[in-house]
Every structure is written in structure tokens, then in C-alpha cells.
């Protein structure tokens, strides 16, 4: 499942600071960027979002004011100088209040945050996946998923239930966009696994019951940063 997120501001450079930290996450995705509040209007009213980072020290918007005219809100992560309209924001749910200069580590947090209330909401509706394999569809529930396998043309499903493991012909990417972002994480070209699963993570590895699981230099970055939200 891919993440769509808006960046609104007035200072193209201040997008393109967010944009480069949104990008560090692999199942985020910008689908587009407004420096013009009414344009973004505009596109709110008729386009879906999951997240809007959104600097709401605009005369167009009028703090919180434009919310009203929204029909399906997005998860709200406000950019902005000065802290003035923080207090207010819990009125309205917002994700997270971050001042500028953006921090990137606090940023990453918001993001993360958003994604798991986006998860929650969507786990009450889709608790579980339909998997083909042995010449049927099987039900898995996602809180039953340990790890996923992927090996070339077919990937390995490992569960929780009496570890029996499922064999697909459907790829680790397709399962990385179906999973819950936060609850699972891909680790490794070969493994995604589930963060609630995970016993220990060494160096080099992660252990869930006595599965030992690789973690590739490039992926390691991405796990560091769901962890410190844990720290």
C-alpha cells in the first residue's frame, strides 16, 4: 500500500526540503505540491489524500478554517514558523505540529504516526488477505503474518499459526504495498517482516521466535527510524 501525501507552502524551497524527507520512505509517495492555497483547494475537493503537510500560515487558509470545506480530510501534518496555531491543532486531530527549520528525524516521526493511525483505520476494515496458492484462495489474517519470503517467481508467507508457511506466486512487491506500512517493513530485497513480531534486531539481523533474518545496508536506515519512535 502506497502513502499519498500533498506538501503545501509558499516557499517552493520549504516543499522541496519536505519532499526530500518524505522520500526517504519507500511507501510514501508525493502526489503533488501546491505553493498557491487556493489551488490546493482546488484539488482537495475533488482529489483524495492520505496525508497533508500543510503550512497553514497562509491568509487563503486561515489557520484551520479550511478543513471546514473538506469533504474527506487527510491525516494533517502541520509545517509552519511559529507555533501559533499549535494549541488549536489537537481540536481539529491533527497528526503532529512541527515548527521550521524542519528537523528531519522529527518530520520522520510525524509521518510514521500518520501512517499508523491510517493503518488502524484501514485494519478495521481489512484485517486479512486472500492468498492464492495450492489451487485456491486461502484467508491469512495480517496479525497471523510473521514474515514474507519473496524467491524469484513466488514468494513464502511464514505464520504465527503453528509456523505453517504458504507458498504464492505473487511477488514481495505486491505484498509490500498491500501490508500495513508501519506494521511491516521490508528489511531486505528477500524479507519483509512484521515490526511487532521482531524479538531482537542485531546488527546484521532481526530475530522473530527463532527465525533469523538478514538486513541489507540499504534497508537499515528505514528500520532505525521506525525503532526511534520506540526509544
Not at 505540529?97 to 491510517?118: D, E, G, S, T
Not at 486461502?138 to 513464502?156: A, R, T, V
Request: one cysteine or more; a positive charge.
Amino acid at each position: 500500500m502506497m502513502i499519498k501525501c500533498i506538501i503545501a507552502d509558499v516557499n517552493a524551497a520549504a516543499i522541496r526540503a519536505v519532499k526530500n524527507i518524505v522520500d526517504k520512505l519507500p511507501q510514501f509517495t508525493v502526489e503533488a505540491t501546491f505553493t498557491d492555497a487556493n489551488l490546493l483547494m482546488q484539488h482537495l475537493r475533488t482529489n483524495s489524500a492520505d496525508i497533508l503537510l500543510v503550512n497553514i500560515e497562509q491568509p487563503e487558509l486561515n489557520g484551520y478554517a479550511f478543513l471546514q470545506y473538506l469533504k474527506n480530510i487527510p491525516e494533517i501534518i502541520v509545517t509552519a514558523q511559529k507555533n501559533n496555531f499549535a494549541a488549536e491543532g489537537y481540536e481539529h486531530d491533527i497528526v503532529a505540529y512541527v515548527c521550521k527549520p524542519i528537523v528531519p528525524a522529527k518530520l520522520l516521526n510525524a509521518l510514521h504516526k500518520a501512517a499508523r493511525k491510517i493503518e488502524t483505520r484501514q485494519r478495521q476494515i481489512h484485517p486479512f488477505l486472500f492468498i492464492r496458492a495450492e489451487y485456491k484462495l486461502i484467508k491469512i489474517n495480517i496479525e497471523d503474518i510473521l514474515f514474507i519470503e519473496g524467491l524469484k517467481n513466488y514468494s513464502i508467507i511464514h505464520t504465527a499459526t503453528s509456523g505453517k508457511a504458504i507458498i504464492t506466486l505473487q511477488n514481495l512487491k505486491s505484498f509490500e504495498e498491500k501490508l500495513p506500512p508501519t506494521d511491516f517493513i521490508r528489511i531486505h530485497r528477500s524479507f519483509i517482516v512484521s515490526f511487532n513480531k521482531i524479538d531482537t534486531i542485531r546488527k546484521n539481523s532481526v530475530l522473530i521466535g527463532k527465525n533469523e533474518i538478514p538486513i541489507s545496508e540499504g534497508f537499515k536506515s528505514q528500520l532505525h527510524d521506525i525503532v526511534s519512535d520506540y526509544l
